[in-house]
């Protein structure tokens, strides 16, 4: 297992040693208007690359085997290893430190290097180290007395040739890592078709440039096609994939600018690489803007989406610490203060038996109010803990709950169908939904019927509605009936349910709400017992 670790380990400094070879090589190759390496600095974003992949503890690794790469390129075409080995030594110094503020985990891992502020890795890797780098390079040149590519006229060349690799290459390859580590929903695109769709349109976009249309008058619409490509790849694929695409697109359009096609070729061989290098670094300061911007709004909905469910929990949490208060006080209320109202009746009694005629009716008076008032309490202590819910189905529950509340001014009527097998919490839920719109039925609504019904709709789903033929909902609260805490409570106790709350105006006025909810399908067995 050791021995396979190691293996892995040393995968990262062996391809940064081969790729900033490569990168070496390319760069020192002559310049012709035909081969345009001079537009892009490699081995500095490979090294980038490498530094960004390891820990900080595996960084001289990492940049010894960048630099022997670079080096044994020198080497390979026959140049002073010397001067060319100084001016690197600069140059990928300046490149780690870069590195160092770029990744503020500094572990290698890829999620750390994606939440790096957009702003800041434009800054140093798109302006601050190309500048750096490319007068540090210049310098030290002079300095060893090292030519100056015949193509280049200045550092302007350079910076933005440094620039290009490192706002390509490095976007690229994280988006790369990114996909590989499975950090982002974006790993498996979520239709099939879509990579197919983006890739469609980078072949239409080739043609385009390689067609008259390509050095005509509709060349800076051509121009722009490839952001717009990429834009949509970022909605269609996500911001891993088209970072990594980016590359490919790029690469594409330098070869075809390299052999003299497209709306990018210039009379002058000077001026076909100015125009390819500010290209390329607008589209991509443009696509990295875009992509971070879509970062930032997934984690602003992540982080909106944790919050409501932070919320959702404590919410439960709270309802269900008011169910235990509302046990205790419906338990106080039928154990003690019933009995001590039935130890007073009893009391009265007593007392009604060795009192006079008037006394006595006067007793009987009393005894009924007591009776009436442990009446009461027993109806508040059944509402506020609804026994009936352990011992019986939550049908007979809510026909209790709709004969304690008909009276002369207000009839409800409940009809139940219930062919389906709840939990306690499930049909607590239930009840206290119903409940609570009974409840504002007889705050608000001034109906004189109400209808609860517990059925199966059309789907299968279960249904609970409670209609009345009241006055409806108030104008300013049609369009957004949960504000009140009682409406929060029942869309998050249909939440819990896994269902779907809705209140809305019923078809002959009135008010309806509506709970539809998953339940289990009834089996045989259970058919064949419903009359």
Not at 8 to 23: D, E, N, Q, S
Not at 331 to 338: E, G, M, P, T, Y
Not at 492 to 498: F, G, N, T, V, Y
Not at 515 to 528: G, K, T
Request: with cysteine; proline share 5%.
């Amino acid at each position: 297992m050791e021995q396979e670790s190691s293996r892995v380990g040393w995968i990262v400094p062996v391809a940064v040693a081969a790729a900033a070879a490569f990168g070496q090589w390319m760069t020192m190759q002559p310049a012709t208007s035909e081969f345009l390496a001079q537009a892009v600095w490699i081995p500095g974003a490979v090294l980038m690359c490498g530094l960004l992949a390891t820990s900080t503890s595996r960084w001289p690794i990492v940049f010894a085997a960048a630099f022997a790469g670079s080096a044994l390129a020198c080497v390979e075409m026959g140049r002073e290893l010397l001067p060319h080995c100084v001016v690197l030594l600069g140059e990928f110094a300046l490149v780690a430190a870069t590195t160092w503020f770029l990744q503020p985990a500094r572990d290698g891992r890829f999620g750390a290097t994606q939440g790096c502020d957009p702003a800041r890795f434009l800054l140093l890797a798109g302006i601050v180290l190309p500048v750096v780098g490319a007068l540090w390079s210049h310098a030290a040149a002079t300095q060893m007395g090292m030519a100056v590519s015949e193509l280049s006229d200045g550092d302007g060349d350079d910076m933005l040739s440094r620039s290009v690799a490192y706002l390509i290459l490095v976007p690229a390859f994280t988006g790369a890592m990114r996909l590989a580590h499975d950090e982002s929903d974006d790993a498996l695109p979520s239709r099939p078709l879509r990579p197919a769709f983006v890739a469609a349109g980078a072949v239409a976009i080739v043609l385009l440039w390689l067609s008259p249309l390509g050095r005509g008058e509709a060349y800076p619409i051509l121009l722009l096609a490839p952001v717009m490509l990429l834009l949509w790849a970022d909605h269609a694929l996500g911001t891993a994939w088209t970072r990594l695409a980016w590359l490919p697109v790029w690469m594409a359009c330098l070869l075809m600018t390299s052999l003299g096609l497209g709306p990018l070729v210039h009379d002058d061989p000077q001026g076909t690489l100015m125009h390819l290098q500010w290209w390329s670094v607008g589209n991509s300061v443009v696509l990295l803007l875009l992509t971070a911007l879509r970062d930032l709004r997934g984690e602003s909905s992540e982080a909106l989406r944790d919050s409501g469910e932070r919320l959702s929990q404590l919410a439960r949490r709270a309802m269900t610490m008011q169910e235990n208060e509302r046990s205790r006080i419906a338990r106080d209320l039928h154990d003690d203060v019933n009995q001590s109202l039935a130890s007073i009746s009893i009391e009265l009694s007593s007392l009604k038996r060795v009192s006079g005629e008037e006394g006595r009716g006067r007793i009987e008076g009393l005894q009924d109010r007591l009776l009436g008032v442990s009446d009461d309490i027993r109806r508040l202590s059944h509402e506020l803990h609804p026994s009936m819910l352990r011992y019986t189905s939550l049908a007979a529950s809510l026909e209790g709950l709709c004969a304690s509340h008909s009276r002369d001014d207000l009839h409800v009527h409940c009809e139940t169908e219930e062919t389906f097998d709840l939990s306690e919490p499930q049909k607590l839920d239930l009840f206290r939904i119903a409940q609570e719109a009974l409840h504002n039925v007889e705050k608000h609504a001034h109906a004189r019927h109400v209808c609860i019904e517990l059925r199966r709709d059309d789907d299968g789903m279960g249904l609970l509605r409670i209609q009345d033929d009241g006055r409806g909902l108030p104008a300013d609260r049609a369009a957004a009936p949960r504000k009140g805490l009682g409406m929060i409570s029942m869309a998050e106790r249909a939440r819990s349910l896994r269902g779907r709350l809705a209140i809305e105006p019923g078809p002959k006025g009135g008010t309806r709400v509506d709970v539809r909810f998953p339940v289990p399908v009834p089996s045989v067995e259970v058919l064949r017992s419903i009359p």
